[in-house]
C-alpha cells in the first residue's frame, strides 16, 4: 500500500496553538497509521488564503485546513451564525455547542459542497487593535478604519460600532496596517502575537466580541479515497489534537498578553457599561442576521448554551 500525503493548511504562524493543535494531529496519524498516512503541515498562509483553501479542498488539490467556522457562510449561509456578537460567554459553553449535535450538524451541511468537517479547533475571543488611540469607551472607535474577516456579518458589526470596516484577507492584514491602509483589526491575542502585529499596533482593548471555533476539514474527494480503517485514524486523531489544541489555547492566554504588552502595546479594558452599551449596539446585527440563519437555528444555539449555564449554575447536589 503506498503511502498517501496529506496538506493541512493554516493561516496562522508557526507555534500558534492552532499549528500546535495540528502538528499534535500530524503526530497522532503518523504514529497510528504506521507512516501509511503522512502530514505536512503548512502554517502561515503558505498555501493562499482561507478563500483559496476552500477552493482548492473542493477541488481535491489540497487535503485539509483549518479556518474559522464563519467562513463557511459564503458556503452554506448558516455558518453566519458562529460570527454573532457575543454569543459565547465563555469558552465552555462554545465547546458545548461545537461538540454537540448542533456542531456536527452543521458540519454535515459542507457535504455537499465537497467538504468533510471532522471537528473544531478554537481561534478564540476577538478584541480589537489599532494605531491611532487607546479605547476606553465606545464612542473611541468612531471612524476608525478596521480590517474585517471578508464576511457580510463582520462587515456590518463594524458599522453599527461607528467604525469604517475594511474587508482583507488575513496574509494582506500585515502589511496594510503598516502603510496604515488600515488603523486597526480584531483578533484573539494568540494572533495578533503570532503575526507580531504589535509592531504596528499600539493600542489593544480586551473586547471579547466573538469567539472563533475553526473548523477543521478535508477534502470530500480525498476522503472518498481512504479506507474506513484510514478515516478512522483521522477522524479519531481530530478529535484528540482538538482537545489538545483548545488546552494549549486557553493556557497559552495570560503569558501571550504578558508579551504582548513587553512589546509595546498597551491594553485597556472597557467598565461594565461600556461593554453593556458595545452589546446594545450589536443587537440589531444578530437580529439581523438571525433572520438570514433562521430563527429555529438560532434557538438551538441558544438552548444549548442555556444549558451549560444552568448547568454551572446549579449548587453541586450531593447524589442521595
Do not use: C
Not at 478604519?145 to 484577507?169: E, F, Q, S
Not at 494549549?248 to 452599551?277: C, P
Not at 452589546?279 to 437555528?297: E, N
Request: charged letters at 25%; aromatic letters at 6%.
Amino acid at each position: 500500500q503506498e503511502t498517501k500525503t496529506i496538506k493541512f493548511a493554516n493561516q496562522n504562524a508557526a507555534g500558534h496553538p492552532i499549528v500546535l493543535g495540528m502538528e499534535k494531529f500530524k503526530e497522532i496519524v503518523e504514529k497510528q497509521s504506521g507512516g501509511k498516512l503522512k502530514v505536512n503541515v503548512f502554517p502561515g498562509g503558505a498555501l493562499g488564503s482561507d478563500q483559496a483553501n476552500v477552493s482548492a479542498i473542493q477541488g481535491g488539490t489540497l487535503e485539509m485546513a483549518s479556518m474559522n467556522s464563519g467562513i463557511f457562510a459564503n458556503q452554506v449561509k448558516e455558518f453566519a451564525i458562529f460570527d454573532f456578537p457575543f454569543m459565547f460567554g465563555s469558552s465552555q459553553e462554545a465547546d458545548a455547542v461545537v461538540d454537540g449535535a448542533f456542531g456536527k450538524k452543521l458540519h454535515a451541511k459542507l457535504d455537499e459542497k465537497g467538504i468533510v468537517g471532522l471537528g473544531y479547533y478554537e481561534l478564540g475571543f476577538r478584541h480589537i487593535s489599532n494605531s491611532k488611540r487607546p479605547i476606553t469607551k465606545v464612542e473611541d472607535l468612531d471612524g476608525l478604519k478596521l480590517r474585517v474577516i471578508p464576511n457580510p456579518i463582520n462587515v456590518d458589526w463594524v458599522k453599527a460600532l461607528g467604525a469604517n470596516p475594511t474587508p482583507l484577507p488575513f496574509p494582506e492584514l500585515y502589511a496594510a496596517l503598516e502603510q496604515k491602509a488600515v488603523d486597526g483589526q480584531e483578533n484573539p491575542v494568540a494572533t495578533i502575537n503570532g503575526a507580531k502585529l504589535y509592531e504596528v499596533q499600539k493600542h489593544l482593548v480586551l473586547t471579547g466580541h466573538q469567539y472563533n471555533p475553526q473548523s477543521v476539514i478535508i477534502s470530500k474527494k480525498f476522503w472518498e479515497k481512504l479506507s474506513a480503517a484510514e478515516k478512522k485514524i483521522i477522524g479519531d486523531a481530530v478529535t484528540e489534537s482538538a482537545k489538545y489544541q483548545r488546552e494549549q489555547s486557553r493556557k497559552l492566554e495570560a503569558s501571550i498578553l504578558e508579551n504582548l504588552k513587553k512589546n509595546g502595546m498597551q491594553v485597556t479594558q472597557l467598565s461594565e457599561a461600556e461593554m453593556a452599551k458595545m452589546r446594545d449596539k450589536m443587537r440589531p446585527v444578530t437580529a439581523k442576521y438571525g433572520v438570514t440563519v433562521g430563527q429555529d437555528l438560532v434557538k438551538e444555539v441558544q438552548a444549548a448554551i442555556e444549558k451549560v449555564r444552568s448547568a454551572s449554575a446549579a449548587p453541586a447536589k450531593k447524589s442521595k
